[in-house]
């Protein structure tokens, strides 16, 4: 991987992975259309890492009393009842099964969930999702509304994002709209849950950089962790501000044209599904 290369990919990751279409489909397709092999599920992990850095800058005032109240009510009873300390515990509820299936799923995500043809389903039936939970949710609840099995549902939505082209923003922020979350409040949720999953994933994924064969390195990626770090904190603030009067209509449209696309492409020959594959 070169340089240009780790620009365009850390750019596509900043501008992606908090919008609901995707970031690792998006990573996969653009290498697969430059003609560049397949960055890997490694190199999406950790440059995740650089867009969730974003997620702690941008949340920082919320995420200080979240680790403050979880840590006071480990040891203190009349903490247990803090709302910023429940949130705390149930980020680390919802994050039980992405980590699971992440680890029982490990060859499959290396391998064969990045078949372009999974990708193109993903946009399109997820996209469908989507627009489904915006139009029937109630957006009523706000996180102090978040249940056990409320956030289990949210972390079972995060964790087939594990299949690129269903989108970890979109998949968790669909499963909010449809528990009657509003959107910005599914949104945040999503953010705040995604951190532990992505850092885990990224640290674990650490030592496929670099390694013989594998066609990410250490200076590109670092580039492309700093520059996704960069654009994701912007993309963030134009998002949450984006979805307080607005809907998720347009992105629908844009997951079901790509989708679409990416089946022409495939079918006419001009894209090959394995294209690029991941040595």
């Known amino acids: 991987m070169g340089w240009f290369e780790a620009l365009v990919l850390g750019l596509v990751q900043g501008l992606t992975e908090f919008l609901p279409i995707s970031s690792s489909a998006h990573l996969r397709i653009t290498a697969a259309l430059a003609g560049w092999d397949d960055p890997g599920a490694a190199f999406t992990a ?5 867009t969730e850095l974003a997620v702690i800058l941008y949340f920082s005032s919320k995420i200080g009393k979240i680790l403050r109240a979880w840590f006071f009510s480990i040891y203190k009873k009349d903490w247990r009842h803090d709302p910023d300390a429940r949130l705390g515990w149930l980020i680390i509820i919802g994050s039980m099964p992405i980590v699971v299936l992440g680890l029982l799923l490990q060859d499959a995500i290396d391998e064969t969930f990045r078949d372009l043809r999974i990708t193109a389903t993903t946009l399109i039936v997820f996209g ?3 627009l489904l939970a915006d139009r029937i949710g109630r957006q009523e609840r706000t ?4 249940t056990v099995p409320h956030g289990l549902g949210f972390g079972f939505a995060q964790a087939l994002a594990l299949i690129p082209g269903v989108s970890r923003s979109g998949g968790t922020t669909s499963a909010g709209l449809l528990l009657g979350y509003t959107r910005a409040e599914a949104a945040e ?4 849950l995604a951190l532990p999953a992505v850092f ?15 066609p990410a390195q250490w200076g590109p990626t670092i580039l492309a962790t700093l520059v996704a770090f960069g654009v994701g904190y912007a993309v963030i603030a134009w998002l949450m501000s984006y979805i307080k009067t607005k809907s998720f209509v347009p992105f629908v449209i844009y997951r079901l044209v790509l989708g679409v696309l990416l089946f ?3 079918f006419t020959g001009v894209l090959d599904p394995q294209a690029g594959p991941h040595l």
């Open 46 to 50: 950790v440059t995740q890492i650089g």
């Open 143 to 146: 996180l102090d509304h978040l």
């Open 200 to 214: 885990g994933s990224g640290l674990y994924k650490l030592t496929d950089i670099g390694k013989d064969g594998a």
């Open 264 to 266: 022409v492409l495939i």
């Open 189 to 192: 949720y999503s953010f705040l």
């Open 128 to 130: 469908l999702i989507l």
